[in-house]
């Protein structure tokens, strides 16, 4: 059994920047494929970027390609999502998210879920 402990969220002004991070226990972080998805107000859960297991590949939503990063630091085991250049619209209650699956992964593969970090961003 996975566990995902997040942390990071708040609150911050247009423009701002935020880290989240990601840290899985009971698997190292490098044997899973780790992504992370949000969920704003009254709408469905959606991507927002990924990592696979091993080698280390990543994919990012339109929306946030060129403002946020995904990466893994090994030693530390964790996964980290920083966020710059935050807008209004990234708004939401951000999720963590893991699985032993490989590959182009949708919202339905993923096993293993963190229990979710605000994240508001003021105009």
């Known amino acids: 059994q996975v566990q995902l402990v997040e942390s990071g969220g708040g609150l911050v002004q247009t423009g701002g920047s935020l880290r989240l991070s990601c840290a899985p226990s009971g698997r190292t972080a490098s044997d899973l494929s780790m992504g992370w998805f949000r969920q704003a107000p009254g709408k469905e859960r959606e991507f927002v970027t990924s990592i696979t297991r091993n080698f280390g590949l990543t994919r990012y939503a339109d929306s946030v390609k060129g403002r946020f990063t995904i990466s893994r630091d090994n030693a530390k085991n964790t996964v980290y999502l920083q966020m710059n250049s935050l807008k209004p619209e990234d708004t939401a209650v951000y999720y963590c998210?893991?699985?032993?699956?490989?590959?182009?992964?949708?919202?339905?593969?993923?096993?293993?879920w963190g229990q979710g970090t605000q994240v508001t961003v003021s105009s």
């Open positions: 998210a893991a699985t032993l699956k490989f590959g182009n992964l949708r919202l339905a593969d993923y096993d293993y």
